[in-house]
């Protein structure tokens, strides 16, 4: 049982590039979200999917966009990486809305130079 | 802004002693989760509290859960070095027409052999 599956691991950018992390769940989950973790800030919500189709900003949506063509897959794309989006990014899903535990995948190590 | 914040931000102690964290939050919930992260890998679902809920055990896990104090405490006992990880907080928080999950920063528990 796969879970959930970020790829890539790790990820090294040079300011202005641009790439798209993908994750993918078998679970048939419906929601899915993406977070960046950074030291001491814990967790922030970037954005999240209630279903195929739909995306909707979280927290911290600005310099990234997300597509959600796919029940199983949420991608997330940095269009001109700068800096400060240098962080670990996890994607997580739930059968249900936030109050449903998440199922996490194991992140990606991003570093923008 | 953060919605739960645990306390302390890092906590050291043998194998065999307790360890409590503490989290506190700003607004009404519908619900507490715990989450444990081992270094490099993503958060696991370790227990879940309603908030119409005071106290939930799961194994050496107790979660209690004061709505009035808006607090939340996680308490492993007899603890083992493999419980070495960091332990975050979750609650609900609607927005935008959806229920999401807000983390805090983490407490960063070391179990020493």
């Known amino acids: 049982n796969a879970g959930v599956t970020q790829t890539p691991k790790f990820r090294v950018l040079k300011t202005g590039q641009s790439m798209t992390l993908l994750c993918a769940q078998d679970?048939?989950?419906?929601?899915m979200y993406w977070y960046r973790q950074d030291p001491g800030m814990g967790l922030r919500l970037i954005h999240y999917?209630?279903?195929?189709?739909?995306?909707a900003k979280g927290e911290v949506p600005d310099g990234y966009n997300v597509s959600r063509l796919k029940k199983q897959n949420f991608l997330l794309g940095l269009e001109s990486a700068a800096p400060s989006q240098t962080s670990v990014y996890f994607c997580?899903?739930?059968?249900?809305?936030?109050?449903?535990?998440?199922?996490f995948g194991s992140g990606t190590q991003l570093s923008v130079l | 802004s953060q919605q739960g914040e645990e306390d302390p931000q890092a906590l050291s102690i043998q194998e065999g002693e307790n360890a409590t964290m503490n989290c506190s939050y700003k607004?009404?919930?519908?619900?507490l989760q715990w989450y444990r992260q081992n270094s490099g890998r993503g958060l696991v679902h370790l227990i879940l509290?309603?908030?119409?809920?005071r106290e939930k055990h799961s194994g050496r896990l107790r979660v209690t859960l004061d709505t009035s104090k808006k607090s939340s405490s996680l308490l492993i006992t007899a603890s083992r070095a493999a419980d070495t990880a960091s332990y975050f907080c979750?609650?609900?928080?609607?927005?935008?027409?959806?229920?999401?999950?807000?983390f805090g920063a983490g407490t960063r528990l070391a179990v020493h052999p």
């Open positions: 997580a899903s739930s059968k249900g809305q936030g109050g449903e535990k998440l199922f």
């Open positions: 679970m048939n989950h419906e929601y």
């Open positions: 999917s209630v279903g195929e189709g739909t995306t």
């Open positions: 509290i309603r908030s119409n809920e």
């Open positions: 607004t009404s919930i519908n619900n």
């Open positions: 979750a609650t609900d928080a609607f927005s935008g027409g959806y229920n999401k999950l807000i």
